[in-house]
């Protein structure tokens, strides 16, 4: 099973809106509704932010959203702030009954 | 809430095995799948496989097969992983996750542990 593909890095100013991609096949993201986005600190543990690909956890800013066209799910963080710069994975379940995950994207706030 | 607390950090010798425990609390243990995930320094996120508390079973991601073991005991709620034939990119954080009631994503993660493959 290949990694997702996440862009390697995204930036953004403070207060814009930014977007990552996050691309498999119909095996993994296309065929099934389960794509989850993780949010990473440095020596943090991940953070759910979004499941089922536009779920939100209860207590995650609504400024965090989640959608999917065909094989590309994306993430968008609205008004962007300062603590929004971290690490993000995304994740889809698989036609193996498995779980596959993105290589991750550095989010600089600028 | 779900509380997952991991064992400590390891050094191991290339060739030798490693085996990380996973003890949960508040939550019913043999309701949720849980899954192990690693993380090797400066790298990203890669999943290993689930485990099914209920009955044993398991889902190994392809590339670990045959290296990895992930079992449980129910007595005591705790869930194990094993790696086996450890070599020098092994050395990684490894987690252990599961999910809530409140959603069928991975909320609940281990503090993580750190495993070091050094001669």
């Known amino acids: 099973q290949s990694a997702l593909t996440q862009p390697a890095s995204v930036s953004g100013s403070p207060g814009q809106s930014i977007t990552i991609s996050c691309t498999g096949t119909?095996?993994?993201?296309?065929?099934?509704?389960?794509v989850s986005w993780f949010q990473q600190h440095p020596d943090k543990a991940p953070k759910l932010m979004i499941y089922?690909?536009?779920k939100r956890p209860s207590g995650v800013s609504n400024r965090f959203s989640g959608s999917k066209s065909g094989n590309t799910a994306s993430l968008t963080i609205s008004g962007l702030q300062a603590e929004d710069e971290a690490d993000y994975y995304c994740?889809?379940?698989?036609?193996?009954?498995?779980?596959?995950f993105g290589g991750g994207t550095k989010v600089t706030v600028l | 809430q779900v509380q997952l607390v991991q064992s400590g950090a390891e050094v191991k010798k290339p060739g030798a095995s490693v085996k990380v425990s996973c003890k949960a609390a508040?939550?019913?243990?043999?309701?949720?799948?849980i899954h192990w995930v690693r993380q090797a320094p400066g790298q990203g996120l890669e999943w290993m496989g689930w485990?099914?508390?209920?009955?044993?079973?398991?889902n190994y991601a392809q590339k670990f097969q045959g290296r990895v073991t992930m079992t449980r005991d129910t007595s005591i709620n705790t869930a194990y992983m094993e790696l086996s034939r450890l070599r020098s990119d092994d050395t990684a954080v490894y987690y252990c996750?599961?999910?809530?009631?409140?959603?069928?994503?991975?909320?609940?993660w281990g503090q993580g542990t750190l495993v070091t493959v050094s001669s």
């Open positions: 996750a599961t999910r809530s009631i409140a959603t069928s994503g991975f909320d609940s």
């Open positions: 508040g939550y019913i243990f043999t309701g949720y799948y």
């Open positions: 485990m099914n508390p209920n009955n044993g079973g398991t």
């Open positions: 119909s095996s993994d993201v296309g065929g099934y509704n389960f």
């Open positions: 089922e690909v536009t």
């Open positions: 994740t889809s379940y698989t036609s193996s009954s498995s779980w596959v």
